[in-house]
């Protein structure tokens, strides 16, 4: 029988009865290896870069915004990113998931289905809320495009579409025709409404 090394994994800071919680589940796991645990935000890749874990479980409520998740998985493609929220809609999963995450499940996930969303990760698996799965289709339409993640996060920011064309080098049209798809992908009818799901 051949023996696997552990899974490494790495914890972002969270509220203090949920690090606790993720810390001793993967601790009593003897596939699992903790290399690192209550992150800041700001330390995020430092430890990825010092640890290079084979997962990170990301805090949403810690991040600046979605963007944070597009950077880090640029960053370091070979981590594979879990991001826990409080109570995610499937628009903000779908936006994780399209910025590069491999996992968006709630805070108040089961402590199995967790584990389980750990290892499916470390293979490289989307692992989504159940309410989502009827809902997501892996490469749909319903994934935004690289160039639909640069003009949302200029959304989020408050640019106007003028700006946009400039910042992107393309037409006022493209960014209306990106803003568009983006509004549909997300389920979003108004700018307010983006960003508010940031």
Same mark, same amino acid.
């Given at each position: 029988m051949?023996?696997?090394p552990?899974?490494?994994?790495?914890?972002?800071?969270?509220?203090?009865?949920?690090?606790?919680?993720l810390?001793?589940?993967i601790?009593?796991?003897?596939?699992?290896?903790?290399?690192a645990?209550?992150?800041?935000?700001e330390?995020?890749?430092a430890?990825?870069?010092?640890?290079?874990p084979?997962?990170?479980i $990301?805090n949403?409520?810690?991040?600046? &915004? *979605?963007?944070?998740?597009r950077? %880090? =998985?640029q960053?370091f493609?070979? !981590? @594979?990113?879990?991001?826990?929220?409080?109570?995610?809609?499937?628009?903000?999963?779908?936006?994780?998931?399209?910025f590069?995450?491999?996992?968006?499940?709630?805070?108040?996930?089961?402590?199995?289905?967790?584990?389980?969303a750990?290892?499916?990760?470390?293979?490289g698996?989307?692992?989504?809320p159940?309410?989502?799965?009827?809902?997501?289709?892996?490469?749909?339409?319903?994934?935004?495009?690289?160039?639909?993640?640069?003009v949302l996060? $200029?959304?989020?920011?408050?640019?106007? &579409? *003028?700006?946009i064309?400039?910042? %992107? =080098?393309?037409?006022?049209?493209? !960014? @209306?025709?990106?803003?568009?798809?983006?509004?549909?992908?997300?389920?979003?009818?108004?700018?307010?409404?983006l960003r508010?799901?940031?």
């Amino acid at each position: 029988m051949v023996s696997r090394p552990p899974i490494t994994v790495a914890v972002a800071r969270f509220e203090d009865i949920v690090g606790r919680g993720l810390r001793a589940l993967i601790e009593e796991d003897d596939h699992l290896s903790l290399v690192a645990e209550g992150i800041s935000h700001e330390r995020l890749e430092a430890a990825l870069t010092q640890h290079h874990p084979d997962v990170a479980i $990301l805090n949403f409520g810690s991040l600046t &915004n *979605a963007s944070d998740v597009r950077n %880090l =998985h640029q960053r370091f493609p070979d !981590v @594979r990113l879990v991001v826990l929220a409080n109570r995610p809609t499937p628009s903000e999963c779908r936006q994780m998931l399209a910025f590069g995450a491999t996992a968006c499940l709630a805070k108040s996930t089961e402590a199995r289905d967790v584990l389980h969303a750990i290892y499916l990760a470390s293979r490289g698996l989307h692992v989504l809320p159940p309410a989502m799965i009827t809902h997501y289709a892996p490469t749909g339409p319903e994934l935004l495009t690289p160039r639909e993640a640069d003009v949302l996060e $200029l959304l989020q920011n408050g640019r106007s &579409n *003028a700006e946009i064309a400039a910042l %992107l =080098h393309v037409g006022v049209e493209t !960014v @209306r025709t990106h803003t568009r798809r983006i509004y549909r992908k997300l389920g979003v009818r108004t700018r307010r409404e983006l960003r508010a799901r940031r």
